[in-house]
């Protein structure tokens, strides 16, 4: 019997070391496909023209997309300063006074608010910005993405600030520091690498959101003159031209496709060493 109970059990464990190896290349396999299909087609449709100049008048050939360049980065700066503050704050609270039904409540809206579909939030600065003003602007834009990145800033800034281990806490606060100052001089500076890379992901996950810009920023073919007007983003001109019945707008598309994912990819790098590097370092 108990022959037969070991041969069962490693049989069992061959089975889903096998489904595991499957499912695992796969998922890989499919990764691997989207992103050859689109560097095929994204990087044969780049060139100089698509980065310095502005989209082309309907039916004409060339131009670029440097407006929505500079337009993505110019949402993601406004988002940054509207969201990352909030979130990071959110999180020291939680992490380091979050021990009663208060934080529980933040907890619990956090993770709601991280399940709310982006095009409900672009609703929601729909409501608030653009109603109001009775135009599109960047401000409503930036408003949208900053709201997303604040569930996100929250968690991760926990997380990494209760990682840092109490005894730095306890030493602060016997050689005479307040708790607030402990917290500012210790417990932050140990989770700033982890911090900022949170703070990079999360740039990296909204960076390619779509649906909360069409109702908001809307867009714009030309330079946007300000903080209240409509602004052009690269996922705005993705969905734009992929859907325009011209195949040059479609090549541009596929090139601002490969751009956007390129950018998004070198961010998750970058925050990935950085966070290895700081566990290489811990240990």
């Known amino acids: 019997m108990t022959n037969l109970h070991t041969l069962r059990r490693k049989t069992v464990n061959v089975v889903m070391l096998t489904v595991t190896g499957l499912c695992t290349f796969f998922a890989a396999g499919t990764l691997v496909y989207i992103l050859g299909y689109l560097f095929v087609h994204g990087a044969t449709s780049l060139s100089w023209d698509f980065f310095t100049k502005l989209p082309t ?19 993601l700066l406004l988002a940054s300063v509207f969201g990352i503050p909030i979130g990071f704050l959110g999180g020291v609270y939680l992490a380091e006074f979050g021990g009663n039904t208060f934080a529980y409540i933040i907890r619990y809206v956090t993770d ?5 579909p982006s095009i409900v939030i672009g609703i929601f600065a729909y409501t608030i910005i653009v109603l109001p003003q009775k135009h ?9 993405l900053g709201v997303m990145m604040i569930p996100i800033a929250v968690r991760s800034s926990e997380e990494f600030l209760r990682a840092v281990p109490n005894s730095l806490r306890e030493g602060a606060m016997a050689l005479g520091a307040s ?6 001089t210790v417990v932050i500076p140990a989770a700033k690498n982890g911090i900022m890379t949170g703070i990079m992901l999360n740039l990296a996950r909204v960076a390619g959101e779509t649906a909360p810009l069409l109702f908001t920023s809307f ?27 011209y195949e040059d707008w479609h090549k541009q598309a596929w090139a601002a496709g490969f751009v956007l994912l390129a950018l998004v990819l070198t961010v998750n790098v970058i925050a990935r060493a950085v966070l290895s590097n700081k566990k290489h370092v811990a240990r």
């Open 179 to 184: 708790k607030a100052k402990a917290i500012v």
């Open 57 to 75: 008048p309907v039916g004409e050939s060339g131009g670029g997309m440097a407006n929505a360049i500079v337009g993505s980065g110019k949402l």
């Open 112 to 116: 709601l608010l991280n399940g709310v």
């Open 219 to 245: 867009g714009n073919r030309y330079w946007s003159p300000g903080w209240e007007q409509p602004i052009s983003a690269l996922p705005v001109m993705i969905f734009t031209y992929a859907i325009a019945p």
């Open 136 to 144: 599109f602007s960047m401000l409503a834009g930036g408003l949208a």
